[in-house]
T-cell receptor, first 109, second 121 residues
Framework: EDQVTQSPEALRLQEGESSSLNCSYTVSGLRGLFWYRQDPGKGPEFLFTLYSAGEEKEKERLKATLTKKESFLHITAPKPEDSATYLCAVKAAGNKLTFGGGTRVLVKP | DAGVIQSPRHEVTEMGQEVTLRCKPI?????LFWYRQTMMRGLELLIYFNNNVPIDDSGMPEDRFSAKMPNASFSTLKIQPSEPRDSAVYFC???????????????????FGSGTRLTVV
């Protein structure tokens, strides 16, 4: 069974204080690792898809990396508008995403 | 594009009543997913369809839950009878599934709707 574990569960940062979120996964035949952002009262919003170890993707202050066992989402010099829950998900055989529990990020000005 | 559209946004119902949640996927997408989100269990896949055909319903909690996709632009998730433990946010998502030659199918961009917050009292 595919498993995804995210850490930490919550993260409080000062504006400008860079940090990283971790997503550890166990899956047979990874076909994609996805990062989503979710704001309160809204659905998850797609950020990145990573397909192979060593791959990196960036979007504004966010950078996602992938190894064979985990993925990191690096937040560089965060701003209050980066406050959200960040969700990691894996896609293996079939067509479904298995999500981790998420990391709630709060960036204080 | 209006994105994935779900209705209603909020639903409050009494235990034992039938509840129907609705979803309109993005035009051109051929895969549709129903997820449930709770604080305790996070996001859980209930069922998904490819080309309107149910492929995996192993996440459907029990027989009280059923889902249909009569055409490419509409899907419903029904709970009958509803129970307080069904209270959660239900999300619908859609994606484009592409099969190219001998390669494994690929999905591009799972897009989620805004969800339906269900409260069963």
């Amino acid at each position: 069974e595919d498993q995804v574990t995210q850490s930490p569960e919550a993260l409080r940062l000062q504006e400008g204080e860079s940090s990283s979120l971790n997503c550890s996964y166990t899956v047979s035949g990874l076909r994609g690792l996805f990062w989503y952002r979710q704001d309160p009262g809204k659905g998850p919003e797609f950020l990145f898809t990573l397909y192979s170890a060593g791959e990196e993707k960036e979007k504004e202050r966010l950078k996602a990396t992938l190894t064979k066992k985990e993925s990191f989402l690096h937040i560089t010099a965060p701003k209050p508008e980066d406050s959200a829950t960040y969700l990691c998900a894996v896609k293996a055989a079939g067509n479904k995403l298995t999500f981790g529990g998420g990391t709630r990020v709060l960036v204080k000005p | 594009d209006a994105g994935v559209i779900q209705s209603p946004r909020h639903e409050v119902t009494e235990m034992g009543q039938e509840v129907t949640l609705r979803c309109k996927p993005i035009s051109g997408h051929n895969s549709l997913f129903w997820y449930r989100q709770t604080m305790m269990r996070g996001l859980e896949l209930l069922i998904y369809f490819n080309n309107n055909v149910p492929i995996d319903d192993s996440g459907m909690p029990e027989d009280r839950f059923s889902a249909k996709m009569p055409n490419a632009s509409f899907s419903t998730l029904k709970i009958q009878p509803s129970e307080p433990r069904d209270s959660a946010v239900y999300f619908c998502a859609s994606s484009l599934r592409v099969i190219s030659g001998g390669l494994a199918p690929s999905n591009y961009g799972y897009t989620f709707g805004s969800g339906t917050r269900l409260t069963v009292v």
